[in-house]
């Protein structure tokens, strides 16, 4: 860009050069765009297109591209299954009440280490995020010790119990949402603080009056990914639960759908779609919001 | 409504010290000015009397209470920030309420109370919009009503005007001595800006390095300045500071520049530096309106040379010269109809009624 700049300085272009550059530009980006868009949209596509088959359809040597014989089967056996509503159920109540949990944790941590300096702040923040980058793969083992410890000793049921999840995910979700709101703390400028305190606000409520609604997008951020992390979660809820009615939607799809080497690949696909569903409309409904909440709350004053 | 007594206060940071021991006595209603370069302690002090920085040693007090461990929110004060600081989330009216409703006040009295200060500052009809929606004039305003609005014990403003451009500047500091002439209340106010802090003041407070130079009426610290650097700090363009030698001549005293260059010291003065003749790292301190080109009869204090011109500035109201003597840049403030041109010689008058004998290695003006 450097070079064109500079060739563009010393000899004056011909007329609409700009206007050149600027359309092979835009078909580079057409270009790149959609190659990123078939490679990304072909799965979901694949995925809906066998949602609407009937098994023989499926398992026929016909075009997999194309549906000749389209049925709603699969999406009203699965959705008067009573067991695929008990994982849609365990699903949502997890995810919910983890992005709830995480919020009421990390929005007050990420304060006060942005805000309140005190002996160790600084390390704790960076340990906070040190903490994220642990994989959850490492750390199922010794969760899942931990709670069949914890069950001997006080005698409460913790694994194979959903509501375990809720206990759980939180150690995924509450470092990385703090760092985020950290961040985002960071960027209120100090005076506001000072001008809430010189007005009369004790921490919490400088927090809650001030803070919380400046830093709404980084908050609806925190709150996306807290969501889409819940949600998505495969491999603890794999470990940590076995009864059917315990598990959560990703997990129960694999484990009921798949009998031995039988794949029922029609509502397989059925459930990953009504699945991918609730983050997908999450996202589109608070993006608009979000993106309203960078342009209009900007922290300058 | 009330006095603020600093005593013996010290602010250090780890062990860099800030403020270097300040004793200040503010009466009630009475506009403050600290003035001073960056780095000087004055937005530090604002922010020990604000209660936003702890107080190293020494004592504030606010209204004869001292305020030292008391937290900001009761020390009854508002504050205004370079940045404003309004909450973005706010319209202009919520900001302008936000200690009242923090502190419960009836919905009945916050809305009369803001309508005041509103009508004060001339923003009754941005009350609705948001900050984003003001001009920089606006936000400042909005700033200033949310201090009015509380009716505090003290106003405290830290370089309020600095992220304005310079015709508004101007506007918000008149705008500014306006509403204290209306809303009288006690007021600190910090800034680097020498213009600001005469045109503003009752009293000036010219701080450096940590410490008081001098506290005094604008008009004091203008012409009877303390030290070397209030002095050259107070006034533009700078006071001329050039090297001379005191000798006797006669009864009276006489300052040398140069071995031509000479002036007579007017008699009134000269009992007061009959000690310092033939000492040594003296400064002869003249402002540049004290250094004129020869306008009618001469004033008893005006002493006329021939000097050569280096630059010539033309001003409009009237024209800087420049020149050098004893080996000091010199600048002088002549009419604008005067002839001078650069590199040509010119006759000024210098008048010694206004001098200051300045003592180079202790800083003291004489």
């Known amino acids: 860009m450097t070079q064109t700049t500079l060739t563009d300085f010393r000899a004056a272009p011909p007329a609409g050069s700009t206007r050149r550059d600027r359309r092979r530009a835009l078909y580079w980006s057409y270009f790149f765009l959609v190659v990123f868009v078939v490679f990304f949209l072909t799965p979901p596509i694949y995925m809906l297109i066998t949602s609407l088959k009937t098994s023989q359809e499926i398992s026929a040597a016909s075009s997999p591209w194309w549906v000749f014989d389209p049925t709603l089967r699969n999406y009203t056996e699965l959705l008067t299954s009573s067991v695929f509503l008990t994982f849609m159920r365990n699903s949502a109540v997890i995810s919910l009440a983890v992005v709830i949990v995480t919020m009421l944790i990390s929005i007050p941590a990420a304060f006060a280490l942005s805000r309140m300096r005190f002996w160790g702040s600084a390390t704790l923040a960076t340990g ?66 000072e001008a809430a305190l010189i007005d009369g606000a004790g921490y919490f409520q400088t927090l809650t009056r001030i803070f919380i609604p400046v830093a709404l ?24 639960t076995t009864s059917t009615d315990q598990l959560v939607l990703p997990v129960g799809i694999v484990t009921t759908l798949i009998k031995g080497d039988v794949f029922n690949w029609g509502q397989i696909m059925t459930g990953a779609l009504l699945g991918a569903a609730p983050p997908l409309i999450i996202y589109a409904f608070l993006m608009d919001y979000y993106i309203a909440g960078l342009t209009a709350g900007a922290t300058k004053g | 409504m009330a006095e ?13 010290p800030a403020v270097r021991g300040i004793d200040l006595e503010i009466a009630d209603k009475e506009f403050i000015v600290l003035v001073g370069p960056s780095g000087c302690g004055k937005s530090t002090t604002l922010r020990m009397i604000a209660g936003l920085e702890d107080i ?16 900001p929110k009761d020390r009854d004060i508002a504050m205004v920030f370079q940045n404003y600081a309004l909450y973005p989330h706010m319209s202009v009216a919520e900001n302008m309420s936000f200690a009242l409703r923090l502190k419960n006040v009836p919905k009945a009295e916050i809305a009369a ?129 050039i090297p001379v030698s005191l000798e006797a001549s006669g009864d009276g005293l006489r300052v040398r520049l140069t071995r031509e260059l000479a002036f007579e010291v007017p008699t009134e003065r000269a009992a007061r530096y009959r000690d310092f003749v033939g000492r040594e790292k003296l400064l002869l301190g003249l402002r540049p309106e004290n250094i004129a080109d020869q306008r009618g009869a ?11 011109i280096d630059v010539a500035e033309p001003m409009g109201m009237d024209t800087l010269v420049h020149f050098t003597a004893n080996g000091a840049e010199v600048c002088g403030r002549v009419s604008a109809h005067a002839s001078v041109r650069a590199g040509e010689s010119c006759t000024l008058a210098a008048d010694m009624a206004h001098m200051h004998l300045i003592n180079d290695l202790s800083g003291r003006v004489l």
């Open chain 2, 113 to 241: 109370r803001v309508d005041k200060a509103a009508s004060i500052l001339e923003i009754t009809d941005l009350l609705a919009r948001k900050p984003k929606q003001l001009s920089g004039g606006q936000r400042q305003r909005v700033a200033m009503g949310r201090a009015i609005v509380r009716d505090p014990k003290v106003f405290l403003f830290d370089e309020p005007l600095s992220n304005l451009d310079a015709k508004l500047r101007v506007q918000m500091r008149t705008e500014i001595k306006r509403v204290h002439q209306k809303v009288r209340t006690t007021t600190v106010y910090v800034t680097h800006d020498q213009v600001e802090a005469m045109t503003l003041a009752d009293r000036v407070v010219v701080m450096n390095a940590g410490i008081i130079e001098q506290v005094g009426t604008p008009i004091e610290v203008y012409h009877q300045p303390a030290t070397k650097f209030v002095a050259g700090f107070i006034g533009s363009p700078a006071m001329n500071f």
């Open chain 2, 298 to 308: 001469l004033s008893a204090g005006q002493r006329v040379f021939q000097i050569g």
């Open chain 1, 217 to 240: 997008p980084g908050i609806i951020a925190a709150t996306i990914f807290a969501f889409t992390v819940a949600w998505a979660q495969f491999l603890y809820p794999m470990a940590f």
């Open chain 2, 56 to 71: 190293s040693a020494g004592e504030i007090a606010i209204g004869g209470q001292v305020v030292n461990d008391v937290p």
């Open chain 1, 128 to 193: 906070v995020f040190l903490t994220y980058l642990i994989p959850d793969t490492l750390l199922f083992i010794p969760l899942y010790k931990i709670f069949a410890w914890l069950n001997e000793v006080t005698g409460i049921e913790f694994l194979n119990q959903w509501w375990l999840m809720i206990i759980i995910y939180p150690t995924l979700t509450v470092p990385f949402c703090t760092w985020i709101m950290i961040g985002y703390f960071a960027s209120i400028p100090k005076e506001l603080d």
């Open chain 2, 4 to 16: 603020v007594s600093l005593r013996k206060v010290v602010k250090h940071y780890d062990s860099t």
